[in-house]
């Protein structure tokens, strides 16, 4: 079993930042992709962002990519993700799941955090 939270998230204005922390507890954290979630009021869940085990691969989806950064500190068994150039778009609960292998491109995420909701006023 592997346990999530998210923290970090709140109202920020139209072009500002914040930074999400997701921080897990469990088994062996670098044996986990980690990937970054969102969902908006009438929308269906989008996965973001993701990190490979090592933090040596990542993915964006194209609408976050260039303003948002997924890291990972294996030591803190931690994943964050910085969104800058935050958009009235942006607005959702992000979520951050985990999935038990390594690749970045994996799309079998089974653990997952409460979210945290991100809204931005324009």
């Known amino acids: 079993q592997v346990q999530l939270i998210e923290s970090g998230g709140g109202l920020v204005q139209a072009g500002g930042s914040l930074r999400l922390s997701c921080a897990a507890s469990?088994?062996?954290?670098?044996?986990?992709?980690m990937g970054w979630f969102r969902q908006a009021p009438g929308k269906d869940r989008e996965l973001i962002a993701a990190?490979?085990?090592?933090?040596?691969?990542?993915y964006y989806t194209p609408s976050v990519k260039g303003r948002f950064t997924v890291s990972r500190d294996n030591a803190k068994n931690t994943v964050y993700l910085e969104m800058n150039s935050l958009k009235p778009e942006d607005t959702a609960v992000y979520i951050c799941?985990?999935?038990?292998?390594?690749?970045?491109?994996?799309?079998?995420?089974?653990?997952w955090g409460p979210g945290t909701q991100v809204t931005v006023s324009s």
């Open positions: 469990g088994r062996t954290f670098s044996n986990y992709a």
């Open positions: 990190v490979s085990g090592s933090g040596g691969s990542t």
């Open positions: 799941a985990a999935a038990p292998v390594r690749v970045v491109t994996t799309t079998n995420y089974n653990y």
